[in-house]
């Protein structure tokens, strides 16, 4: 079975604080995805990786960067967290043999920024 | 743009009644991907379906069905003779093929079912 793994399950982080959420799977999937989840707004694409070193913005990238250096892990940045960044992030991963295959996703990262 | 609308924020039934949930999208595309996930309290979304725009048969698996309807742009999702596991956040969600693998998800509908 496919397994994307989430590094943290609840996260506590102060205002203006650097924070790494981190993300491996373990399929040689090509393409990974970070999504943020809010009450009433479903799930939003912050960013996606469709290769190694290759990033694009999703639909609110603001605040928020990428790293994918190696296929397996893609780390979301908050480069100063603020407090309207508090919300469930969600990684998933697919892979390339097919565009629009089902994602298979993390338990996710419950952040706080206090 | 494309675009999933979940009506439904909180649905409430008592096991063994049957539920619809409701999906309706908004797409350009002449080619393109729907699809139901579903969220348990663990957090993992867990996928259910995967439907492309050419195929509108309705598909049925287990207690699940769905209804495909491009007429009214609509992608419902039925659980017959619902149970307490079947309580969860449900995810509607759209793919157009210029996109390749960008989803668009709606805001969901939380389905929660009593003994």
């Known amino acids: 079975d496919v397994k994307v793994t989430q590094s943290s399950r609840y996260l506590v982080k102060r205002t203006g604080e650097k924070v790494f959420l981190e993300c491996v799977q373990d399929?040689?999937?090509?393409?990974m995805f970070w999504y943020r989840q809010d009450p009433g707004l479903g799930l939003r694409l912050i960013y996606f990786?469709?290769?190694?070193?290759?990033?694009e913005k999703g639909d609110i990238p603001e605040g928020y960067s990428v790293s994918r250096e190696k296929k397996e892990r893609f780390s979301l940045i908050l480069e100063s967290a603020s407090t309207n960044q508090t919300s469930m992030y969600l990684c998933?991963?697919?892979?390339?043999?097919?565009?629009?295959?089902?994602?298979?996703f993390g338990s996710g990262t419950q952040l706080s920024v206090l | 743009a494309q675009k999933v609308t979940q009506a439904q924020t909180e649905i409430s039934v008592v096991e063994k009644e049957d539920v619809t949930l409701d999906c309706v999208y908004e797409?350009?595309?002449?080619?393109?991907?729907l699809f139901w996930y579903k969220q348990p309290p663990s957090g993992e979304l867990v996928f259910l379906i995967r439907?492309?725009?050419?195929?509108?048969q309705n598909e049925i698996s287990g207690r699940y069905s769905w209804n495909f309807q491009k007429s009214t742009s609509s992608f419902n999702f039925t659980i017959t003779a619902s149970q307490v596991v079947d309580s969860a956040v449900y995810f509607c969600?759209?793919?157009?093929?210029?996109?390749?693998?960008?989803?668009?998800f709606g805001a969901g509908t939380i389905l929660r079912v009593k003994s």
């Open positions: 969600a759209l793919s157009e093929a210029i996109n390749g693998n960008k989803l668009v």
């Open positions: 998933a991963s697919s892979p390339d043999t097919a565009p629009n295959e089902k994602l298979f």
């Open positions: 990786s469709y290769d190694v070193k290759m990033k």
């Open positions: 797409t350009r595309d002449t080619t393109y991907y």
């Open positions: 439907r492309n725009s050419f195929d509108e």
């Open positions: 399929m040689d999937h090509e393409n």
